[in-house]
């Protein structure tokens, strides 16, 4: 019998002592998610990404969610997952392409400017999105699924917190890499006006050849 044809029960059996593992070196945020993950399989360890607490071989699902924009060596981390990663194991990867970036304004060089600022300043990998499909294989992988998608802002509050809009020109005008009269106005209409902004996301699905 193919393992798809088994009964749903069979399925369940099959991960009924399985661990959930999560990974960060910060420990606010290592105490944080033992604080919300006291469940009897949920175990949270201290660790880098690019060095996994794990042994050889012993994961069978994995997820990068806006990690590798961060890292040093995204490469590393994507050798490193295959490593820890099982025959037949499955990662699921997501990343921006801040080369993607957009911000409605009149003023189109400063809108242009920040984006500039967020791809060669802001982001330590700006466009690790594209870069994935390509990583992935090289790391070994066999690429299954390749998706994107667009999230649009509509409010200036939300694309505050996810694209840093405020923080990243406050820093851009204090780097001199935008002029900051012109950086002021140009936030100040983004705040006063119907406001959009948007950038594209891949997420990629690959797995360890069995």
């Not at 996994?52 to 806006?66: I, K, Q, Y």
């Not at 295959?82 to 957009?102: C, H, K, Q, Y």
């Not at 667009?150 to 939300?158: A, D, H, L, Q, S």
């Given at each position: 019998?193919?393992?798809?044809?088994?009964?749903?029960?069979?399925?369940?059996?099959?991960?009924?002592?399985?661990?959930?593992?999560?990974?960060?070196?910060?420990?606010?945020?290592?105490?944080?998610?033992?604080?919300?993950?006291?469940?009897?399989?949920?175990?949270?360890?201290?660790?880098?990404?690019?060095?996994?607490?794990?042994?050889?071989?012993?994961?069978?699902?994995?997820?990068?969610?806006?990690?590798?924009?961060?890292?040093?060596?995204?490469?590393?981390?994507?050798?490193?997952?295959?490593?820890?990663?099982?025959?037949?194991?499955?990662?699921?990867?997501?990343?921006?392409?801040?080369?993607?970036?957009?911000?409605?304004?009149?003023?189109?060089?400063?809108?242009?400017?920040?984006?500039?600022?967020?791809?060669?300043?802001?982001?330590?990998?700006?466009?690790?999105?594209?870069?994935?499909?390509?990583?992935?294989?090289?790391?070994?992988?066999?690429?299954?699924?390749?998706?994107?998608?667009?999230?649009?802002?509509?409010?200036?509050?939300?694309?505050?917190?996810?694209?840093?809009?405020?923080?990243?020109?406050?820093?851009?005008?204090?780097?001199?890499?935008?002029?900051?009269?012109?950086?002021?106005?140009?936030?100040?209409?983004?705040?006063?006006?119907?406001?959009?902004?948007?950038?594209?996301l891949f997420t990629v699905v690959a797995r360890i050849p069995a």
């Open positions: 019998m193919r393992p798809r044809d088994r009964p749903r029960r069979s399925g369940r059996r099959r991960w009924r002592n399985r661990s959930v593992i999560g990974v960060d070196r910060d420990p606010a945020m290592l105490a944080e998610a033992r604080r919300m993950a006291d469940r009897p399989r949920v175990q949270v360890r201290s660790g880098d990404a690019g060095s996994l607490p794990v042994e050889d071989h012993s994961v069978d699902r994995a997820r990068v969610d806006r990690v590798l924009m961060h890292v040093p060596d995204p490469a590393g981390v994507l050798a490193e997952l295959r490593r820890a990663g099982r025959p037949g194991a499955v990662i699921g990867l997501a990343e921006p392409d801040w080369d993607t970036l957009i911000v409605d304004s009149d003023d189109v060089d400063t809108s242009r400017a920040f984006t500039r600022y967020t791809t060669t300043r802001a982001v330590r990998n700006a466009t690790i999105g594209r870069r994935l499909p390509r990583l992935a294989e090289e790391a070994g992988f066999t690429v299954d699924a390749i998706v994107t998608t667009t999230p649009v802002f509509r409010g200036i509050e939300v694309a505050d917190q996810i694209p840093g809009l405020g923080r990243n020109t406050r820093r851009a005008i204090e780097s001199g890499d935008m002029d900051e009269g012109r950086g002021r106005r140009w936030f100040a209409s983004l705040s006063q006006g119907p406001f959009l902004a948007s950038f594209t």
